[in-house]
């Protein structure tokens, strides 16, 4: 398993139609999932010559938590799906690894069986849901657990529609459900219609699309872990985030399964890298597949990258140990990125590691 396409290839051959489906397939005419790549793509490295590269070193810290490398998991429901383990899997796979594992709401193993095997630091993720007494209750568990930071995921009021679950009539399978929210609260995503979501229509029944900006301050108010914002993809929303306590964004397009014809997260990263300027840790995730990626999103001011999907194809490979071979290979990558760079350290990249040709370039073959 030397690249993730690999792990990709393997994924497809292992997991159920509609499973694979639901975990790979985007919105609308799913032009966004590959956007980020594609952008990625474009972006060059300058590399710098003579400089001492024997030890390259790519610890860094992210919310007072210090990593291994520049490196996270991005929050996505249902673990199971990909592993009987779980996110417990992917948490001891992280921890091993030295990286973040952010876990969803929806995630199908408790917080507290989550935590107990993980050694690396975790954070809560969260959907705005019109019952807040169920927030409020798992921020309470994500506290008593040890999580260290929440991530309210904002660009999604509704979950968007997604053709390949609308075609497969997707529902949640049996065996599978988001053990952290009531069997009542959840029902909705268990029910199979043809031509429907499942996952769609219980979003409609439990976001409350109504949220402002000003109710951030009720969510500071329940709670002491920092905030962190998932879905930003515009300057005026950084400034406005800054403007409301939030302590980190993370600069995604939902991995294209939200807004179709967006613009991809690594377009927008360094509008919100110069909205914010300096004043909240960022966090690219969208299209991350070489350590190269790592090194552009930190060339264009980035403080980590995440990734979402590749961990759910390691996950199926091979449980903990799959999820812990994608992180490695990402790393290993980054680090002979570094040298080749002549970057020995996170501190070495900036703006001038990166030159930006215009969009219309074609892509390389």
């Known amino acids: 398993m030397l690249t993730l396409r690999t792990y990709e290839a393997a994924a497809k051959e292992r997991l159920p139609g509609p499973v694979w489906d639901f975990l790979a397939g985007g919105s609308g005419t799913e032009s966004m999932l590959t956007a ?47 592993h009987p383990e779980g996110e417990v899997a992917t948490a001891r796979a992280a921890g091993d690894v030295g990286a973040l594992l952010t876990v969803s709401m929806f995630a199908s193993r408790t917080l507290e069986d989550i935590a107990a095997e993980a050694s690396g630091p975790l954070w809560l993720q969260l959907y705005w849901l019109k019952r807040r007494e169920l927030m409020t209750d798992l921020i309470r ?49 268990h029910g199979s219609r043809d031509g429907e979501s499942a996952v769609a229509r219980h979003s409609r029944e439990q976001f409350d699309p109504s949220i402002t900006w000003e109710d951030l301050a009720w969510l500071h108010e329940v709670t002491s872990l920092p905030v962190v914002l998932k879905g930003v993809l515009t300057g005026e929303d950084a400034e406005l985030a800054v403007k409301h306590g939030v302590a980190g964004l993370i600069v995604s397009n939902h991995g294209g399964r939200q807004l179709d014809f967006a613009r991809s997260a690594p377009e927008c990263l360094t509008e919100v890298v110069d ?82 040709p215009t969009y219309d370039r074609p892509l390389p073959r």
Request: charged share 20%; net charge negative.
């Open 36 to 82: 980020g790549r594609e952008a990625l793509d474009r972006i060059q490295l300058r590399p710098r010559c003579l400089v001492d590269v024997s030890h390259c070193d790519f610890r860094t810290d992210l919310l007072s938590a210090e990593l291994a490398a520049p490196l996270g998991i991005a929050p996505m429901a249902y673990h199971q799906l990909a």
């Open 141 to 189: 568990r994500a506290e008593a657990a040890g999580y260290r930071a929440l991530v309210l995921t904002v660009d999604a009021p509704r979950v968007a529609f997604r053709p390949r679950d609308a075609v497969n009539g997707f529902a949640v399978p049996p065996g599978t459900r988001a053990v952290n929210l009531s069997l009542e609260v959840m029902a909705a995503s």
């Open 275 to 356: 909205a914010v300027d300096g004043r909240c840790q960022i966090i690219l995730d969208g299209g991350i597949r070489h350590g190269a990626d790592i090194a552009k999103a930190l060339c264009m001011g980035a403080d980590a990258v995440m990734i979402g999907r590749p961990a759910l194809w390691g996950l199926s490979h091979s449980g903990a140990e799959g999820v812990a071979g994608v992180l490695r290979l990402l790393i290993d990558e980054l680090e002979e990125v570094m040298a080749l760079m002549g970057a020995p350290t996170i501190a070495d990249f900036g703006r001038s590691g990166v030159s930006y």
